[in-house]
Every structure is written in C-alpha cells, then in structure tokens.
C-alpha cells in the first residue's frame, strides 16, 4: 500500500509565498517522476510542475519564474515553493508520483488527496 500525504496549503494574499510538501509513503521500491497538478472548480485537471527522478523539471507556462518544485529524495518528499501568489493560481493542488511498490510490479501513478490553496484578499 502507498499513500501521498500534502501538506502546506491555505488561504494566503495575492503576492504572497506558500511551501506545499508531499510524503510517499508505504510499500516503495522505486520512485519514479514527482510532480504537482491542480484544479479549479470547472476546469480540468492540469499540470504544474514535475521533477522527474534525475531532477529534470518542467513547469506549466503561468507559472514559471513563480513557483520551484523540489525533491528531497531520501525521504520520498516532494514540495512545491509557491511565490508571488496571484488570484487565479486558487485551486485543489494534488501531488502526484510515479511508484514501484515491488519488484515484479510496473510502476503507477499515485495521487494525493488534495490540499486547498485560495489566494484572495
């Protein structure tokens, strides 16, 4: 069993900073790409920002320059630095990993539950 677990989301002013940490969690032989996706009410799912496990990074155009994605591989930890917050960066942020929960097992996508990021004033 594996589990992602996000923490560090809230309500913050625009212009403000805030850090989202994600934990994996379980039965875990591998772990491949780390990354962060995001929802707004009534739009799609999309994608943030992923670090793959060599450290190659690639951004969602919004927010690049804005937010860094980081890995701290030994823990299986994954954060995403999030600064100059603007209005419509408000959505249900989720982490999401690529995993090998055992030797004879391919690698799946896991998700997080969710942690809400409002940025209003």
């Known amino acids: 069993q594996v589990q992602l677990v996000e923490s560090g989301g809230g309500l913050v002013l625009p212009g403000g900073s805030l850090r989202l940490s994600c934990v994996a969690s379980?039965?875990?032989?591998?772990?491949?790409?780390m990354g962060w996706y995001r929802q707004a009410p009534g739009n799609q799912r999309e994608l943030v920002a992923v670090?793959?496990?060599?450290?190659?990074?690639n951004y969602e155009d919004s927010v690049k320059g804005r937010f860094t994605i980081s890995r701290d591989y030994a823990k299986n930890t994954v954060y995403l630095q999030m600064n100059t917050l603007k209005p419509e960066d408000t959505a249900v942020y989720y982490c999401?990993?690529?995993?090998?929960?055992?030797?004879?097992?391919?690698?799946?996508?896991?998700w997080g539950q969710g942690t809400q990021v409002t940025v209003s004033s």
């Open positions: 379980g039965s875990i032989v591998s772990v491949y790409d």
């Open positions: 999401n990993a690529g995993i090998k929960s055992a030797p004879y097992r391919p690698q799946y996508q896991y």
């Open positions: 670090m793959t496990s060599i450290g190659n990074t």
